[in-house]
Nanobody, 119 residues
Framework: QVQLVESGGGLVQAGGSLRLSCAAS????????MGWFRQAPGKEREFVAA????????DYADSVKGRFTISRDIARNTAYLQMNSLKPEDTAVYYC????????????WGQGTQVTISS
């Protein structure tokens, strides 16, 4: 049984930082892709960042480029999202997702972790 467990969310002031973690169990995703998505109240879920493949290629939404960094620890089967220079508009529930293949839909999702940025 595959599980993705997020942690690291919380409440910080604008300009602050948080690091989210996504621990995967049940399968390894080193050949696939792990990503972060977020959903703010009243809005659709949106892509934030992803990492995958043997080279650890990363991809970011324009809104977070230069502020967020996605990384992974293959040995720990864990992905991270370092979030710096946080803005109130970053407030959302952040979800970890993973897929076994390089392309295609994400197969597995975490339960989400709340990130709240105060102005």
């Amino acid at each position: 049984q595959v599980q993705l467990v997020e942690s690291g969310g919380g409440l910080v002031q604008a300009g602050g930082s948080l690091r989210l973690s996504c621990a995967a169990s049940g399968r390894t995703f080193s050949s696939g892709r792990m990503g972060w998505f977020r959903q703010a109240p009243g809005k659709e879920r949106e892509f934030v960042a992803a990492i995958g493949g043997s080279a650890g290629i990363t991809d970011y939404a324009d809104s977070v480029k230069g502020r967020f960094t996605i990384s992974r620890d293959i040995a720990r089967n864990t992905a991270y999202l370092q979030m710096n220079s946080l803005k109130p508009e970053d407030t959302a529930v952040y979800y970890c997702a993973a897929r076994l293949r390089p392309l295609g839909p994400y197969d597995y999702w975490g339960q989400g972790t709340q990130v709240t940025i105060s102005s």
